[in-house]
Each structure stands twice: as C-alpha cells, then as structure tokens.
C-alpha cells in the first residue's frame, strides 16, 4: 500500500513536469489551466530550479539531467528587475545547493551556479550597515546609486539566509557568506529580549537602523515564519559546534518558549479536539497581549519546526506541542467542506489549553463547525500542513500519519486537477454540480461525486519543490533523506549534515 501511494504521487509530479516543460520551459511558473506562464522570481526558471532535487528523490534521473543542462544555462544576470533577495535565496540558492548536495557524482556546474548567485545575493549586503537590502537593484548598484536597507522591513527576509549561506560557505570554503549571516545573527541575538514580546521578533522591523523592537504586531504566519524555521536548522547545519551554534540553540529556546505561552490557542470544536493552532498577536498601549485567532494554513509549519527542535534539543514538551499544531491541522482539512484546509479562517479561543465546551451559543456564530469565519478562502497548493504531517511521522514512526497524508492527497488531487496539471482553488468552501461525465474543463475541476470547484490559472513553483516532495517523502523508507543526515531549508530543499 505505501509503495502503490507514493507511486500515485509521482505519476501526479511527472504529470505536472510534463506540462511544464511542455508549456512553460525555461520559465517561472506554469498557467496549469490556460496553458501560458508567468514570470514571478526574477524570471530565471523558478520551477526549472525549485524542481530539480524533486526529480532526482523521485528518481527521474533522465529529466534530471536534462532539467540540469537547462540550469547550466541560466544568466543570473538581474537586468533591470528590482529583485526579492529572500524568494531568490530559498528557491534558486536552496534549489541549487540541494541538487548539488543529494548527487553521489556531484556535477560542479551546478555548485559553479550556486556560486555565480550567491555572489549576487552578497552583492546586495552592500549597505551603509552591512543588513541586506532585500528588494535589490542591481541597474541602481551598477549606476552607483546607494541603496539601503529597508526603514520598513520584514523580520522573514532579514533572518532566512542562515542556512543557505553557512552550506555555501561549507561547500566552497568561502567564509563570506558565513560571515554576512552572522552579523544578522548577532543582531538577531542581542534585540531578541528588548521587544515587546521577549522572545520573539515583531513581523515588521526597521533593518536600515537596524531596531527590530519597534513594531507591535507578532505572528508565525506571512512574513515572520522562516525566521523561527532556522533557528533549529542552522543550529543543526552547524553540527553543534562553536559559539554561533549555541547561539542558534538559545535563540530558538527562547522563541519556542514564548510562542507557546503568547501565541498558541485551543480553538473550540465540536468534538473537543486536544490541538492547538498559533494565533496573532498585538501589543497595545499598556503593553497588553490583544489575539487575533485567526488560522493561517502558513502556520502548519510550526508543528514540524518544534518536533524536529524536541528532537535537536531533547525538549520532550515540544513534541507534544508539535504534535498538537499538527493535529489542528489535520482538524482542519478533515473538517473543511471539501477536505482542504482554507488559506485563513478565524476559529473560537477556549479560554485556555484545557478543554471547553462547545455549546449552541459557540455554533451559531460560527460559519462551518469549528471554522468561525472563512476570511480568505482559497487553497494555493501550499506545503505547510503535508510538511508537519512528514515530520511527525519521521519523528514518532505512527503509521497514522502515512493515513493522514493519504487522505489530504487524495482530496488535494481530485480538487485541483486541471487538463494540464493542477491549480489553486478559488475557494474551497464551495461546491459545484458535478457533470455527469466527470471530465476536466478549463478553470473548474469537475468531480465523480461531490461536485467540482472552481480553479485560479497559478501554479506555484513550491507544488512541486515542496507539497509533492513531502507526500512522496512520507510514503518512502525512513533512511531516504533520515532527518540524522540532511536539513530542509523552507522551501523544502534537502542540505547535507556533516560534511
């Protein structure tokens, strides 16, 4: 059963990389329903790069070496695009890294790449502070016009170089790169007690001072996430050893400690169901803790990043936490209308972690049971919840989350099919007449019994660097890409350890 599901994966990738090199070759993203592309990451091949390290686990060695030959190709030369530093880095720098890292023979063309980008992401910390200027112009560098970093930031750019810049400095030995995350790690540090929730970064900072203690909003969700991702992964990517390992380890206590005891609510259920979801928060005047409970499907990170931390750090309570953010997950696509978790939807706060009551009061102002309102409806084809579902699985061994995975799968596929591939859904809480025939029409997928919902022409390139790498992950040996050995930056791509 788990070799006949993960070969249903792969025949859904292989059929999304054929209608990408059909239709979009060479470009950022595939149109999955009108057939066209888009160009979103600098126009350099998102998907071509994102996928290269899918292709190569799943075994598609052929196209993998072709995908690579394309690669070789690439100008990295930005042209007179402003450039997102942080979109660049996770998904070409990861992509690349990763395709470098998992090949016995290794081909240097692609570690000469890595190297010919991450010159020019290092470009960009050439600022009056030495923090990175995360929208980037290389036409204002070349005409000598001086840039800074940002006065209005976020705290997910400045923080998510860590990984990626330590495993090209350990691959090439150019301590450069290093060197510039360290200095954002040092800031990091020293401010991370001084804001107004210690322990944690607000999501918007100023990096040209740089203060990252100002700003009154905290979240684990859009523009904050990965910043607390790599607190546990660059500590395991430096092995546990030196001063800025610790470092990573402390901080990440440190932040851990205080999501759990600001962020993290038990939302009422029908079934009074033992989760815990990460809220928003908002810091007022008199310095009180104002929640936003309202879910981010971004969020179902922060289970997988906690039951990884438990294990790197030996907290046996993360992993319960981990377990409980995960299991609100799961909660919500196996109670969403179509079997998919919603973008973001408010749900209603027990007063506590302990049990409450669901009473008719609690269901008659809510939308759906459970779900109290619906506030951005779509599904994006996003990686977060499938990724914490691997990871609990990885670290626990239950085969329940091997059931879990299969059942979100199963509905993500049928949902978001299109002629060529698959789409993000419009919105999710709806149902269509389903046809009789079942087939597959332009912008509305049709199902054989419940009905069709109807589809955006998007296909992220993190469907097949992310989401499809995990439900595939999930179904194979535990020795393929063992959490010992190899590190997943956030976009899913896999860094060796030890080496």
């Known amino acids: 059963m788990r070799k006949r599901r993960q070969a249903a994966v792969k025949t859904t990738f292989e059929r999304s990389w054929k209608a990408y090199k059909e239709h979009a070759w060479k470009q950022d993203e595939l149109l999955p329903i009108s057939g066209g592309s888009k160009t979103t990451f600098g126009g350099w091949g998102a998907t071509l790069v994102d996928s290269l390290d899918t292709l190569w ?60 980008l991450g010159d020019m992401i290092y470009m960009s910390f050439d600022s009056p502070n030495r923090m990175p200027i995360t929208r980037w112009s290389a036409k204002k560098a070349a005409s000598g016009q001086e840039q800074s970093a940002a006065a209005q930031g976020i705290i997910a750019e400045l923080a998510s170089f860590s990984l990626e810049f330590t495993r090209l400095s350990q691959l090439t030995g150019d301590m450069r790169y290093y060197d510039a995350v360290v200095r954002i790690t040092a800031v990091l540090s020293e401010q991370q007690n001084r804001t107004k929730i210690p322990g944690l970064w607000p999501v918007g900072i100023n990096v040209q001072k740089p203060d990252l203690t100002r700003d009154n909003l905290f979240s684990l969700g859009t523009m904050a996430d ?34 759990i005891s600001n962020l993290l609510f038990r939302p009422k259920t029908p079934d009074n169901a033992d989760i815990l979801m990460p809220a928003a928060a908002r810091i007022d005047a008199q310095g009180r803790v104002n929640s936003d409970y309202t879910a981010q499907h ?39 209308p179509n079997g998919i978790m919603p973008e973001m939807f408010r749900m209603t706060p027990c007063p506590s972690h302990a049990p409450c009551a669901y009473d008719d009061e609690t269901s008659r102002t809510q ?90 022409d998007s296909m992220e390139s993190f469907w097949m660097a992310e989401t499809l790498k995990y439900f595939y992950l999930i179904f194979s040996e535990p020795d393929v890409l063992s959490l010992d050995h190899w590190v997943f930056n956030t976009e899913a791509h896999p860094f060796r350890l030890g080496t």
């Not at 007179?80 to 240097?108: P, S, V």
């Not at 936490?321 to 919500?332: E, F």
Request: proline fraction near 1%.
């Open 57 to 116: 686990i799943m075994g598609l060695t052929d196209e993998f070496h072709e995908a690579v030959q394309a690669v070789t190709e690439i100008n990295f030369a930005p042209g007179d695009r402003e450039l997102n530093m942080f979109e660049t880095t996770i998904r070409y720098l990861g992509g690349l890294l990763a395709a470098y890292d998992l090949t016995d023979c290794k081909d240097n063309r692609l570690l000469e790449k890595a190297m010919e």
């Open 226 to 259: 990965s910043a607390y991702e790599y607190l546990g992964k660059t500590y395991q990517l430096l092995h546990d050893t030196g001063a800025t390992a610790s470092r990573y380890a402390e901080m990440y206590t440190m932040a851990m400690d205080a999501i």
């Open 298 to 336: 971004l969020v179902c990170f922060a289970g997988g990043m906690l039951a990884l931390g438990s294990k790197l750090l030996g907290n046996t309570s993360h992993l319960d936490y981990g377990r409980k953010i995960t299991d609100a997950c799961i909660w919500s696509y196996v109670h969403a």
């Open 367 to 456: 939308q759906f049971p459970g779900f109290a309102r619906v506030t951005d409806a779509r599904y994006m084809l996003r990686p977060e919840a499938i990724e914490s579902v691997f990871y609990m699985y990885r670290i626990t061994g239950e085969r329940r989350y091997q059931d879990i995975a299969w059942s979100m799968f199963e509905a993500i596929e049928k949902r978001t099919r299109t002629e060529l591939a698959n789409a993000a859904i419009r919105d999710v809480t709806l149902k269509v007449e389903a046809e009789e025939t079942g087939e597959l029409r332009r912008g509305v997928n049709v199902g054989t019994d419940e009905g069709g919902l109807a589809l955006a």
